[in-house]
């Protein structure tokens, strides 16, 4: 077996040999000479081959009972430490490589319990506690787990159940290890907490968050979009999203799931694999380390749609040090040719997909829909070829090169493929030439990714000396096809919330008249970085300079936006304001404390208010903008930590 190295030592090696045994600028002038994406991904499949710098033997991490009982006792260290959080991921990790059946996968589950009883997530607890009974929990410590089970179905109101659960705990006494002593006192706990059960018992008043919904009715062609947005398109502005009619602060404009999505792997342990939902009672793959589930069900789906192939394939990429791109990438191709099944069919219908003329039709569905689950709508996504260095081309060229050798070599892709049906359509030999139209699909992927994936996120919150403190986490990145049209602004009129783990819901933070355009913001606002800042990193990412308001007029970072005497553009609602303002202050204050119910209706008007009246930048509205997305965040993604 290979030892895993990253793939930047692997590329550098690559870099090393062409200058050591080729002319560089011969080559560069070559590569840049080639047309076609497969062109370039097998020139630089040649050169690592000829390199020697394609892997022969890599292998995935095996399931191991000495490494899963290594971290589980890292687990137990942290959980007396009371890191419970910390605890929680460690023991996942315990369970991801604990052989499927094992005594030790059981006391993985056993020991995750115990911390999540200690966090009150008493429907959490319940599921390691069953999945630990119903495998190989040692008999002599199965009285520790009914106990368990007994105090977590007290806690949520279900005594009867409770009483039996201690009554069995009783009974397992029998088959412990205790001393005489510590027997005894056992027995007396477990008598007392029976005799308990009749006593009125705390109960679970969580409830279960509502889906969103548009303001208005779902838009006929745009399916993920409100019938409020409508696609324009512009040589100047590519395609993008304009308002119908006049849309007010709080309207829903896009609700989407992404046709694909992936957990940062820093994600894994305490997020599914495939729904992306927060989870502390993850159940493992079947047979790879890295990948853990909310479900079965989870695991099943994940199964057919993606990990199949994956599986033998995401663990190398990790342990490459490939980032969320490649890994989009990857699962866009599972999904686009269905992990290959598909992949004949593709072929065909690309050919068809790109002959579209019109620029403001491109990705529609034969029925006229733009539909982000049809592939039509990713292909077309832009990925500014013509804007990168021949270096970074290049660069991209030989990832698509190098990840389509692992998928060769790893997994069983191209095994269900039909070679001769595939063979006329594209050069070179067989069977090489299904292997240069997915590595020409990889390279379109890895061009699109990096200017159209967005982020699926959590924000955690922590009451903190009183005050509610947020922090919005990165879980994971995907493709959404309607997101990907939104131009960027640095002071941007709409805001991005993930849901139910990857769905994302996009509201308005602005008034936005009709016909006015859509505007999301790329990671660089103005109130958070200066001028030169965004216009340099909007540039090195995304390949264009930002022309917004803000960016035109210098606006000031947050510290230092104005909050006295402002400048009123109609001064007859100087006095509505005013007042509006005073009731805003006690509303931050609230907010601030954690009290968010029911403050986004008073919340959307003042901003409204504060467009009509007040000439930006200003302090207040900035203020008002953020209020707002604390109250979106605690009704999406979140998690309340300890």
Same mark, same amino acid.
């Given at each position: ?11 550098? @090696? ?8 080729? !002319?560089? %600028? ?46 589980? $006792?890292? =687990? ?48 959490? &607890? ?34 009867? @159940? ?44 969580? %409830?279960? %968050? ?24 512009? *040589? ?19 609700? $989407? ?46 199964? /057919?749609?993606?990990?199949?192939? %994956?599986? =033998? ?85 030989? +990832? ?11 997994? /069983?892709?191209?095994? !269900?493929?039909?070679? +001769? ?14 292997? @240069?139209?997915? =590595?020409? @699909? ?12 967005? $982020? ?33 602004? &640095? ?6 919330? !993930? ?20 505007? /999301? ?23 264009? !300079? ?5 960016? *035109? ?13 402002? +400048? ?55 203020? &008002? ?5 604390? &109250? ?11």
């Amino acid at each position: 077996m290979e030892t895993n190295t990253s793939f930047d030592d692997k590329f550098k @090696l690559l870099q090393k040999y062409i200058k050591e045994n080729y !002319s560089v %600028e011969q080559y560069s002038e070559m590569f840049s000479s080639l047309k076609n994406n497969h062109e370039k991904v097998g020139m630089a499949y040649y050169l690592f081959s000829e390199a020697n710098l394609l892997p022969h033997g890599l292998e995935n991490h095996p399931k191991s009972p000495k490494e899963s009982l290594a971290f589980r $006792e890292k =687990g137990n260290k942290e959980f007396l430490l009371k890191q419970d959080l910390l605890a929680v991921q460690t023991y996942s990790v315990s369970a991801a490589f604990a052989p499927i059946g094992s005594e030790e996968l059981a006391l993985a589950y056993a020991n995750r319990s115990a911390v999540t009883l200690s966090l009150n997530e008493f429907e959490t &607890c319940l599921e390691d506690i069953d999945r630990a009974l119903a495998g190989k929990y040692p008999e002599h410590l199965k009285f520790k787990l009914y106990e368990r089970k007994g105090k977590c179905l007290k806690s949520i109101g279900k005594n009867k @159940l409770a009483a039996e659960m201690f009554q069995l705990a009783l009974k397992s006494l029998s088959c412990s290890n205790l001393s005489e002593e510590k027997l005894i006192s056992t027995t007396s706990a477990f008598k007392n907490l029976l005799n308990s059960c009749s006593a009125n018992s705390y109960r679970d008043k969580s %409830e279960k %968050e509502c889906p969103p919904c548009f303001s208005e009715s779902r838009n006929e062609m745009i399916l993920s979009a409100s019938s409020l947005v409508q696609i324009e398109y512009s *040589q100047e502005l590519g395609r993008h999203l304009v308002a119908t009619s006049d849309i007010e602060p709080g309207d829903v404009l896009v609700i $989407e799931k992404p046709f694909a999505s992936v957990l940062l792997p820093s994600s894994y342990n305490n997020y599914c694999f495939h729904c992306k939902k927060r989870c502390h009672s993850l159940i493992p793959c079947l047979y790879c380390v890295v990948a853990m589930f909310c479900s079965e069900t989870c695991r099943s789906d994940s199964w /057919d749609s993606d990990h199949r192939i %994956e599986c =033998g394939l995401v663990p190398l990429l990790v342990a490459l040090d490939f980032t969320k791109i490649e890994l989009i990438s990857l699962r866009t191709l599972m999904r686009a040719t269905s992990q290959g099944k598909s992949l004949i069919e593709l072929m065909e219908s690309i050919s068809e997909t790109d002959a579209a003329k019109d620029p403001k039709l491109k990705g529609l569905d034969d029925r006229g829909q733009y539909n982000s689950a049809n592939y039509k709508t990713v292909h077309h996504l832009v990925g500014n070829l013509e804007l990168r260095s021949n270096a970074d081309i290049f660069r991209r060229a030989a +990832t698509a090169a190098y990840i389509l050798h692992l998928l060769e070599k790893n997994t /069983d892709y191209f095994s !269900s493929i039909d070679n +001769t049906a595939i063979g006329e359509r594209v050069e070179n030999n067989l069977p090489y030439s299904a292997k @240069l139209f997915v =590595g020409g @699909l990889l390279f379109r992927y890895l061009m699109i990714v990096p200017s159209n994936a967005h $982020e699926v996120s959590e924000m955690v919150m922590r009451k903190r000396e009183g005050e509610m403190v947020c922090e919005s986490v990165e879980v994971g990145g995907g493709l959404f096809p309607v997101l990907s049209l939104i131009n960027h602004s &640095c002071d941007p009129n709409v805001v991005r919330h !993930s849901h139910q783990g990857d769905l994302t819901v996009l509201t308005a933070i602005q008034a936005i008249p009709s016909g006015h355009q859509i505007f /999301d913001n790329y990671g660089y606002h103005h109130a958070m970085h200066d001028v030169q800042t965004r216009q340099s990193s909007l540039w090195s990412q995304y390949h264009f !300079s930002c022309v917004c308001q803000a960016c *035109q007029e210098d606006w000031p970072i947050y510290s230092q936006l104005p909050d006295s005497n402002p +400048t009123y553009i109609l001064p007859s609602l100087k006095d509505d304001v005013e007042k509006s303002s005073e009731i805003f202050q006690d509303v931050v204050r609230d907010i601030k404390s954690g009290e968010m119910d029911g403050k986004l209706a008073f919340l959307y008007a003042h901003l409204a208010l504060l467009h009509r009246s007040v000439k930006r930048p200003w302090k207040e509205y900035s203020v &008002c903008q953020e209020a707002i997305k604390q &109250c979106l965040s605690s009704k999406a993604n979140h998690y309340m930590a300890p």
